[in-house]
């Protein structure tokens, strides 16, 4: 019977029903009330669907039953995170440490935290400093250290890593990503290829091999090597994108399925939610709730976000009423965005389906000279920007508009945007996944405060 419960968990979870996923640990641990390792399990699955708090508890519940797991700290942490206690959550990753020194994942989540509220880059680097040095953390090391302005450092880390193990896939990957940055593409391409090599059913490896491909200007060979990927994972939105770009470049005409269809990209202004006299008031409230949230100092690891802060946690599980009539209101511009696209056979049209959920929201506040380096999100179908508050700048083209085409990547020619949008305070903006998409920086004293989120069909 437990089993079988722990079979439906693990099958909702994989649907994106997170929620339900949830009510089945919930009849887990009724059914093993002892049970340590059941509670953790809850916790975890709580805190995915958004209910921090009642993870917290879950947590709770497993130490008095016994647990003292890394894992179930790190559940703990995070959870605490979300819920704004930040030194609750930085405690409870220091323990989390001090039962497995060499736990990568808690090593990355303490020192994003420490980077985030301090933008401090000694803090961010304290635990890992004092870390074994593993290949793992090797890993964490210099994500760390790229993400926090120290290239040069990070690379060192790398190649210091892969001296040791000169097959291990991820130390190529990252030694990849690290010289593309730094503008090398010829040992981008040989850490690619080496990767591709050791790893060669590896779709991950193959994205890398396209991107040095790329950079070095092989494009045919880029555009090749992207069509057998999409070939093998037709939704890889990461792969759709290398794919987008090398057909851009060799003038493929079958770029204009991915990317010149007006269609695939539209904008609208919300309506105004239920219980507001106007949309000007209504963003008024979102974006002092939203500011409640940002008590952040610098952008998380590894993210877009360039002079600016990112909340941490999945908005569309938020229960505070302005943000959920947001979340109530939008379903009415994303109905009419997909009926309009209609059906089709390229790689958005061919996804739909009855329904749709949302697969993650978040809000970016940026300041001045801040902007979202050019990016796509794996794990979407249709991505958005919705706009809350905007600095006076972005009247003038192009400062603070949002940029479609750029790839994030390097690539030989260099690629401009082919579209420009300018935001406006309630608009929504809803566009392909895999489509290349960033900010413009921008001058002034103002933020520019967004809610984005990805959908997925259902």
Known sequence: ?????????????????????ARVHQAIVRGNPQSAVAEHNLAAALGDAGDHAGAVEAT??????GGSAPETWL???????????VDGA???????????????????????????????????????????????????RGTVLGSIGQDAKARAVIETALEQAPTMVPLRLAAAAQAGRAGDAEAQLAHATAALRAAPASIEAARVAVEALLHTGQVGEAA???ERIVGAAPDDQAALA???????LTGDPRHAALAEDPALISTAMLDTPEGWRDRASFLSDLAGALHDLHGWRSHPLGQSVQHGSQTPIDLATVQTPVIRALFATLPTLIDAHIARLGHGT?????????????????????????????HVHPQGWLSSAFYVALP????????????????????????????????????????????????EPFTGDAPRLTVAFDIVPT
């Open 1 to 21: 019977m437990i089993e079988r419960l722990k079979q439906d968990a693990a099958a909702l979870k994989a649907a994106g029903d997170l929620a339900g996923a």
């Open 60 to 65: 709770t519940r497993a130490f008095q039953k």
């Open 75 to 85: 559940v703990r942490a995070r959870s605490l995170q979300a819920l704004g206690d």
């Open 90 to 140: 930085e405690a409870a990753y220091e323990v989390a440490i001090a039962r497995r020194p060499d736990f990568a994942v808690a090593h990355r989540d303490l020192a994003q935290l420490r980077w985030m509220r301090t933008a401090d880059a000694a803090a961010a680097m304290r635990a890992l400093d004092a870390a074994p040095n593993t290949l793992e953390l090797a890993l964490v």
């Open 224 to 226: 090749q090597l992207a």
């Open 242 to 248: 290398l794919l987008e770009t090398a057909w851009r």
């Open 346 to 374: 390229d790689p958005v049209r061919r996804r739909m389906a009855a329904g749709w959920r949302f697969a993650g929201a978040w809000s970016i506040r940026l300041s001045a000279g801040g902007f979202h380096t050019d």
């Open 392 to 439: 006076a700048v972005v009247a003038r083209e192009p400062e603070g508009w949002l940029a479609f085409g750029r790839p994030g990547i390097k690539t030989r020619p260099a690629l401009q945007p082919f579209r420009r949008v300018q935001p406006q305070p309630g608009m929504l903006a809803l566009f392909p996944s895999y489509l290349w998409h960033g900010t």
